[in-house]
Every structure is written in structure tokens, then in C-alpha cells.
């Protein structure tokens, strides 16, 4: 969504004389362009620019490797906005902007007009009311947080202290003796079974089209009433091609525009040849979401599971097709998907968390504060506790009403804490707004934890986004692993979604080092883009509320899709400790594993790398040795930009 929103912004550009360009000069050619004073040379340079955005647009999409192409992408994103908010300033009305913006959706062709032209509409409302109220509100700080990728801390960087903050933890209870104080002590009085069935980002797309269009001119296919793409553009050129043809003095950047030129002659030499097959029945490895049957396939299967006592589920059930959401189709979905796991489990409380496809506009989470129709958040946190009434208690949806999250005893001696931390969320504009609200929802957490910790309770921590990737903010992850070092002995799992991929994260104290807690990514019951579904078992000890296994299950949608007439042969992919020959799920433990993986248990990295997409036809055959090095590497980062373990493996497994 973002590179295309940028895409639209950037083609508001026009030309100079030379053939090097300064942010401030594109700035100025931006504004030249919304005057409607634009010469045939400004109209050539437009397509310079624009031919040289293309592949440099990967650079969203690259993780875990410095590109040259960001600086590239920092220039043209901080000079289209900077457009944007001369827009504003000048007293333009949303209206009035989009009508300003609405005809280079001609232009792009990335994507169809409609789809450009739905961007817009849904998006301007929420930035030019930022660009009004806010005076800190800078083209780079959009820009900084949009390119804000895994390995690199200089990518468009942007000066905005309001993003440097603390939060204040209470003081460690002592442990005298090696044993708890008579206060923290488990209060559990049961001794029943736990088993947790684990699901997460649906994506249900209503208007999944089986057989239909799977490449078609829009970000996301396999939908009625799309026709194949019209454009097709080479957008993978080297990143070398790009090196030394920006130039960053200070805090800024000098492009050199002949790049567009070198860009097209590297595209004409590499011709593509189209064969694209029709979408899948049961879904597609491609950018396509989930069939309403094939949803309905996953609930049915893992509700056959008679042991489950408890469901949780991380989010996402609106699909990708982001220029069109309304608030009537994502209540629909969310109607659906809800019925469908009451329907199917009986008597089975679940407890979920908010994904960041369920806001409207997508990504978009307000503070609470916010109350302008467009603008608010309200409405999701309403329906929000009102679709899931049957599963809170009121304080829990007391607490969802006003910002999303919510804290249950669940049984006795564990609390389940479910945190909206989309709110931290780099796509999220209103960050911009107010980098606080983040902070605010951090410290409700410590008070839960703090009240648990007293109580003697064990907690499980449901949040939809993972720590430690390119995706959350910076200090939001440097803060959230202090919370986690501190409260490490009530913390007994995180469980997440997002990514898509399966995975687990290591958690190690800010004091220390050492590995101190384990957040486990689900995976997805979507193929966007490029896995198999999957669902997980979880069985906990009945005393600690510790995770003694995980089992994954899943369906290769290559095999499905040959005979569509049947269901999905589900099957087993892996048993945690069985398939990685280990005793426990500690942070210890598999802190050992994962540094065995890149020394003397190579084909144990092998078994994870390809686990990671659920042994996807298209990617796992794919995964070489830097591809599994970054798999692992993900594992060992929950801080954004702390990367000493991800270094430490890396080192360890090519000296080899």
C-alpha cells in the first residue's frame, strides 16, 4: 500500500536543468506541478523519476540487507510530501487534494486507476488532518518511518525527540532463597488439561474468484471483476545499478536522474515472458487471499480437535484489498469469521487479538482522543467488544472499548493480556500525530503485569504484530523487551501473528543478555504470499502455565488445488520438541538449538528454514544459505536494530 501511496505523491515532479536534483529542488518542482506549471521538460523528467521509483520500490520488500535504493526512495517520498502538506498550508480542502491528486492515477500504471484512486480517498483524510493539527508533522518523519527496514538505523533518518521515550518500570520483587515470596506464588487450583489451538491471519476475501485472475494490475488478485495486467514492468534491477547515483550530504539527498536512463535500457534487455496460471480453488501461492470455503475448512479441521480448551487467535480477518475496505464489508468479514468460530467451537472460550487489516482505513489506529468521523478508531474498539461480547468479562471490554486490548482471568493463575500494538505500527500515520499514544498503551501493560505479578498469576501475552521487526518502531521494541526483562518470571509465552511465517523469537534481558522468554509467531491460515496454511497445537503445564509443545499442522495448496473436489489433506509438519530432539520450549533451550543450527546441527537449520514457510512450493526450494542465516537471524532480534545475536550466528555459520 505504501509504496504505492508514495508512487502517486512522487509523480507531482518536473525537471532542471541538470541532470543531478536536490530534495529541495524536487520539492519546489512538486509544488510547480500542483500549480499546473509544467513544461514538456518537466513532463520528461516525470517519467524519469518515475522510471527510476519503479524498482527502486523494492527496497520495501528487502529485508535484512542494506540497498542503495532507499536513499532513492527517502529522496522522492520526503519531496512528495512535502507537496502534500504545501497543499494543505495552502488552505486546499481533502476534496480538493484528492482532485488535485486523482489524475496521475493515469500515470503510475503500476496498479489500475481504481485502485489508485481508492488509496487516495481513503488515506488523505487522515494525513491532511495530521499535516493541520500537528507543527512536528514533517515530510521526513512520514518518509523515516515508511522506509524504516530491519538492519539499517540511518535509513531516511529523521530528527523528532517527541519518538524518544521511556516508560517507568516498578522495582523488582527480591527472591529470597531461590523461592518465591509467599505473594508470588501460583495460585492455580486446577489440575485440568491445557491445550490451546493457535490461529491466526485469516484474510477471508468474500469475492475470492476461483479460477479467476491471480496477476492482475492491483496489489491484490484472485478477486471478481479483475481483469490481467496491462503493464509489466522489470522491476528487478540489481541493486549495484543504483549505488553511487545518490548522494546523501547531511541529512540529504542528491539524485542523479540519468539513473532513469541506464533503468530503461536494463529493462528492454530483459524481456518477460507471461504465463500466468489461473487462480488456485482452495487459495493461491500468489498475491491472493483466502477463499470464504477454504476459511471455513481451517475452522472445521482444527475444531476436530476434541482436547482444545482454549482458542487463541492474533487477527487479521480483512483481506488485502486495501483501496476498496468499507466499514460495512469489514464488519461483514468480521461477522463471518466470528460466527464461523462460535459456530465450530463449542463451548471453547476464544480470545483474540485486533490485526492491522481490521482498521479503516488499513493500518490506521487513532488515539483515543480522536473522535472525527474518518478519523476514529472508536467504531473498531465498539465492535470489537461487541462481536466478541460472549467471550469478556466487562472490565475486559471496558478496556477494548477505550484502546483495543484487554486483560482476563482465564483460569485460575493465568491472566491472558491481549495488546493492540498495531499502535506501533510504522504504516500507522496517525505515529506521526502522536508517537505517545504507543507509550500509553505500553504502560497499561506494565500495570497488568504489575497487578499479576503481585496476584502470583501467570500470564500469556496475545499481540498480533511480532517484536523485534522492521514493521514496529523503534523504541516501541527497545521498551517492550525492558517489560519483558522485567517481568520475565510472570511472562510465561507471547503468541503472534503478522509475518505470515512461522517462526519463534528470543527474548534476552536488557540487563544481561541471556534468554530469558520465547514469543512464538503462528504462522497464517492465508497463502499471502508464498506459504501454506497452517494452524497450531499448544499443550501447557498445568502448575507454571509454561508451553511444553507445539505441534504444526498444514496442507500443501499445490496438492489441494489438483483436486479441488476434495477437502485439504491436512497433516502434521512438525512436533517442537520431537522434530528439534528437545527436552523443553525454555528460552535456554532453544537459545542452545538455534546457535547448534549454524555450528554442528546444519540440517536442524535446514528443518527450521524450511518449517519458516511451511515448506511452500515456492519458497523453500528458494532458501539458500542467506536466506536461511536471515531466517534465524529473525529469530534472535526483538529489538529493531539490535542485531549483535543475528551477527554472532552469522559469523559462526560461514566460518564454518
Given at each position: 500500500?505504501?509504496?504505492?501511496?508514495?508512487?502517486?505523491?512522487?509523480?507531482?515532479?518536473?525537471?532542471?536543468?541538470?541532470?543531478?536534483?536536490?530534495?529541495?529542488?524536487?520539492?519546489?518542482?512538486?509544488?510547480?506541478?500542483?500549480?499546473?506549471?509544467?513544461?514538456?521538460?518537466?513532463?520528461?523528467?516525470?517519467?524519469?523519476?518515475?522510471?527510476?521509483?519503479?524498482?527502486?520500490?523494492?527496497?520495501?520488500?528487502?529485508?535484512?540487507?542494506?540497498?542503495?535504493?532507499?536513499?532513492?526512495?527517502?529522496?522522492?517520498?520526503?519531496?512528495?510530501?512535502?507537496?502534500?502538506?504545501?497543499?494543505?498550508?495552502?488552505?486546499?480542502?481533502?476534496?480538493?487534494?484528492?482532485?488535485?491528486?486523482?489524475?496521475?492515477?493515469?500515470?503510475?500504471?503500476?496498479?489500475?486507476?481504481?485502485?489508485?484512486?481508492?488509496?487516495?480517498?481513503?488515506?488523505?483524510?487522515?494525513?491532511?488532518?495530521?499535516?493541520?493539527?500537528?507543527?512536528?508533522?514533517?515530510?521526513?518523519?512520514?518518509?523515516?518511518?515508511?522506509?524504516?527496514?530491519?538492519?539499517?538505523?540511518?535509513?531516511?533518518?529523521?530528527?523528532?525527540?517527541?519518538?524518544?521515550?521511556?516508560?517507568?518500570?516498578?522495582?523488582?520483587?527480591?527472591?529470597?532463597?531461590?523461592?518465591?515470596?509467599?505473594?508470588?506464588?501460583?495460585?492455580?487450583?486446577?489440575?485440568?488439561?491445557?491445550?490451546?489451538?493457535?490461529?491466526?491471519?485469516?484474510?477471508?476475501?468474500?469475492?475470492?474468484?476461483?479460477?479467476?485472475?491471480?496477476?492482475?494490475?492491483?496489489?491484490?488478485?484472485?478477486?471478481?471483476?479483475?481483469?490481467?495486467?496491462?503493464?509489466?514492468?522489470?522491476?528487478?534491477?540489481?541493486?549495484?545499478?543504483?549505488?553511487?547515483?545518490?548522494?546523501?550530504?547531511?541529512?540529504?539527498?542528491?539524485?542523479?536522474?540519468?539513473?532513469?536512463?541506464?533503468?530503461?535500457?536494463?529493462?528492454?534487455?530483459?524481456?518477460?515472458?507471461?504465463?500466468?496460471?489461473?487462480?488456485?480453488?482452495?487459495?493461491?501461492?500468489?498475491?491472493?487471499?483466502?477463499?470464504?470455503?477454504?476459511?471455513?475448512?481451517?475452522?472445521?479441521?482444527?475444531?476436530?480437535?476434541?482436547?482444545?480448551?482454549?482458542?487463541?487467535?492474533?487477527?487479521?480477518?480483512?483481506?488485502?484489498?486495501?483501496?476498496?475496505?468499507?466499514?460495512?464489508?469489514?464488519?461483514?468479514?468480521?461477522?463471518?469469521?466470528?460466527?464461523?468460530?462460535?459456530?465450530?467451537?463449542?463451548?471453547?472460550?476464544?480470545?483474540?487479538?485486533?490485526?492491522?487489516?481490521?482498521?479503516?482505513?488499513?493500518?490506521?489506529?487513532?488515539?483515543?482522543?480522536?473522535?472525527?468521523?474518518?478519523?476514529?478508531?472508536?467504531?473498531?474498539?465498539?465492535?470489537?467488544?461487541?462481536?466478541?461480547?460472549?467471550?469478556?468479562?466487562?472490565?475486559?471490554?471496558?478496556?477494548?472499548?477505550?484502546?483495543?486490548?484487554?486483560?482476563?482471568?482465564?483460569?485460575?493463575?493465568?491472566?491472558?493480556?491481549?495488546?493492540?500494538?498495531?499502535?506501533a505500527y510504522k504504516y500507522n500515520w496517525w505515529?506521526?500525530?502522536?508517537?505517545?499514544?504507543?507509550?500509553?498503551?505500553?504502560?497499561?501493560?506494565?500495570?497488568?503485569?504489575?497487578?499479576?505479578?503481585?496476584?502470583?498469576?501467570?500470564?500469556?501475552?496475545?499481540?498480533?504484530?511480532?517484536?523485534?521487526?522492521?514493521?514496529?518502531?523503534?523504541?516501541?521494541?527497545?521498551?517492550?523487551?525492558?517489560?519483558?526483562?522485567?517481568?520475565?518470571?510472570?511472562i510465561k509465552g507471547e503468541f503472534n501473528g503478522h509475518s505470515?511465517?512461522?517462526?519463534?523469537?528470543?527474548?534476552?534481558?536488557?540487563?544481561?543478555?541471556?534468554?530469558?522468554?520465547?514469543?512464538?509467531?503462528?504462522?497464517?491460515?492465508?497463502?499471502?504470499?508464498?506459504?501454506?496454511?497452517?494452524?497450531?497445537?499448544?499443550?501447557?503445564?498445568?502448575?507454571?502455565?509454561?508451553?511444553?509443545?507445539?505441534?504444526?499442522?498444514?496442507?500443501?495448496?499445490?496438492?489441494?488445488?489438483?483436486?479441488?473436489?476434495?477437502?485439504?489433506?491436512?497433516?502434521?509438519?512438525?512436533?517442537?520438541?520431537?522434530?528439534?530432539?528437545?527436552?523443553?520450549?525454555?528460552?535456554?533451550?532453544?537459545?542452545?538449538?538455534?546457535?547448534?543450527?549454524?555450528?554442528?546441527?546444519?540440517?536442524?537449520?535446514?528443518?527450521?528454514?524450511?518449517?519458516?514457510?511451511?515448506?511452500?512450493?515456492?519458497?523453500?526450494?528458494?532458501?539458500?544459505?542467506?536466506?536461511?542465516?536471515?531466517?534465524?537471524?529473525?529469530?534472535?532480534?526483538?529489538?529493531?536494530?539490535?542485531?549483535?545475536?543475528?551477527?554472532?550466528?552469522?559469523?559462526?555459520?560461514?566460518?564454518?
Amino acid at each position: 500500500m505504501m509504496k504505492i501511496f508514495i508512487g502517486v505523491l512522487l509523480i507531482l515532479n518536473s525537471s532542471v536543468a541538470t541532470r543531478l536534483i536536490t530534495s529541495d529542488a524536487l520539492q519546489s518542482l512538486f509544488v510547480k506541478v500542483v500549480k499546473n506549471e509544467t513544461t514538456d521538460a518537466d513532463l520528461k523528467t516525470i517519467q524519469d523519476v518515475f522510471e527510476i521509483y519503479r524498482p527502486a520500490s523494492t527496497a520495501f520488500d528487502v529485508t535484512y540487507e542494506t540497498n542503495s535504493r532507499s536513499g532513492v526512495l527517502c529522496l522522492i517520498c520526503s519531496g512528495a510530501f512535502a507537496v502534500l502538506k504545501y497543499l494543505v498550508q495552502e488552505g486546499n480542502t481533502d476534496e480538493n487534494i484528492i482532485e488535485t491528486l486523482t489524475p496521475l492515477c493515469n500515470i503510475i500504471l503500476i496498479i489500475s486507476y481504481k485502485s489508485c484512486l481508492g488509496i487516495i480517498r481513503l488515506n488523505i483524510p487522515i494525513i491532511s488532518h495530521i499535516m493541520r493539527t500537528t507543527p512536528e508533522a514533517a515530510p521526513r518523519t512520514f518518509c523515516g518511518l515508511l522506509l524504516q527496514n530491519a538492519d539499517d538505523p540511518n535509513t531516511c533518518t529523521f530528527n523528532d525527540p517527541r519518538f524518544e521515550w521511556t516508560i517507568d518500570l516498578p522495582e523488582n520483587i527480591s527472591i529470597k532463597d531461590g523461592t518465591a515470596s509467599d505473594y508470588l506464588k501460583i495460585s492455580t487450583k486446577s489440575n485440568s488439561p491445557l491445550t490451546i489451538a493457535l490461529i491466526t491471519d485469516t484474510h477471508v476475501d468474500p469475492l475470492y474468484e476461483a479460477y479467476g485472475v491471480a496477476d492482475c494490475s492491483e496489489l491484490t488478485c484472485c478477486r471478481k471483476g479483475q481483469t490481467p495486467r496491462s503493464h509489466d514492468y522489470n522491476t528487478d534491477i540489481a541493486d549495484s545499478v543504483f549505488r553511487d547515483r545518490i548522494f546523501e550530504i547531511g541529512d540529504d539527498f542528491i539524485l542523479d536522474l540519468d539513473l532513469a536512463k541506464d533503468i530503461r535500457n536494463l529493462s528492454n534487455t530483459k524481456g518477460r515472458t507471461r504465463n500466468s496460471p489461473p487462480a488456485g480453488y482452495w487459495g493461491d501461492y500468489r498475491h491472493c487471499d483466502t477463499p470464504q470455503w477454504a476459511f471455513d475448512d481451517i475452522i472445521e479441521t482444527v475444531s476436530k480437535h476434541k482436547d482444545i480448551n482454549i482458542v487463541y487467535y492474533m487477527g487479521d480477518n480483512i483481506d488485502h484489498h486495501i483501496w476498496e475496505t468499507t466499514y460495512e464489508l469489514i464488519n461483514e468479514v468480521n461477522m463471518y469469521i466470528i460466527d464461523k468460530m462460535k459456530k465450530e467451537f463449542d463451548d471453547v472460550l476464544i480470545l483474540p487479538c485486533i490485526g492491522n487489516h481490521e482498521s479503516q482505513p488499513t493500518n490506521q489506529f487513532a488515539p483515543s482522543s480522536i473522535k472525527g468521523d474518518k478519523l476514529n478508531t472508536t467504531w473498531l474498539y465498539e465492535s470489537f467488544a461487541s462481536k466478541w461480547n460472549i467471550y469478556l468479562t466487562e472490565d475486559a471490554k471496558a478496556t477494548v472499548r477505550e484502546h483495543g486490548g484487554f486483560s482476563m482471568l482465564v483460569r485460575p493463575g493465568l491472566r491472558v493480556i491481549s495488546i493492540n500494538n498495531n499502535i506501533a505500527y510504522k504504516y500507522n500515520w496517525w505515529l506521526v500525530y502522536d508517537p505517545l499514544d504507543s507509550k500509553r498503551h505500553l504502560e497499561w501493560l506494565v500495570r497488568e503485569l504489575h497487578k499479576a505479578e503481585l496476584a502470583g498469576e501467570s500470564v500469556h501475552i496475545l499481540a498480533h504484530i511480532p517484536p523485534g521487526v522492521q514493521d514496529l518502531i523503534y523504541t516501541w521494541t527497545r521498551e517492550y523487551n525492558r517489560v519483558v526483562t522485567r517481568f520475565s518470571r510472570t511472562i510465561k509465552g507471547e503468541f503472534n501473528g503478522h509475518s505470515h511465517s512461522d517462526l519463534y523469537k528470543i527474548f534476552y534481558s536488557t540487563e544481561n543478555g541471556s534468554p530469558i522468554n520465547m514469543a512464538w509467531v503462528t504462522g497464517s491460515a492465508t497463502a499471502y504470499s508464498y506459504y501454506n496454511m497452517n494452524y497450531k497445537i499448544a499443550t501447557f503445564d498445568t502448575t507454571s502455565f509454561e508451553l511444553n509443545n507445539i505441534v504444526n499442522y498444514v496442507y500443501n495448496l499445490t496438492e489441494a488445488n489438483l483436486t479441488p473436489h476434495r477437502r485439504p489433506h491436512w497433516f502434521q509438519l512438525y512436533d517442537m520438541k520431537n522434530s528439534f530432539g528437545i527436552n523443553d520450549l525454555s528460552a535456554s533451550t532453544i537459545n542452545d538449538l538455534t546457535y547448534d543450527m549454524v555450528t554442528n546441527k546444519l540440517d536442524i537449520l535446514d528443518l527450521y528454514s524450511a518449517f519458516f514457510s511451511k515448506v511452500s512450493d515456492e519458497r523453500w526450494p528458494n532458501c539458500d544459505s542467506n536466506c536461511k542465516i536471515n531466517i534465524i537471524c529473525k529469530s534472535v532480534v526483538t529489538v529493531l536494530w539490535e542485531r549483535k545475536k543475528c551477527d554472532e550466528l552469522r559469523e559462526l555459520y560461514f566460518k564454518r
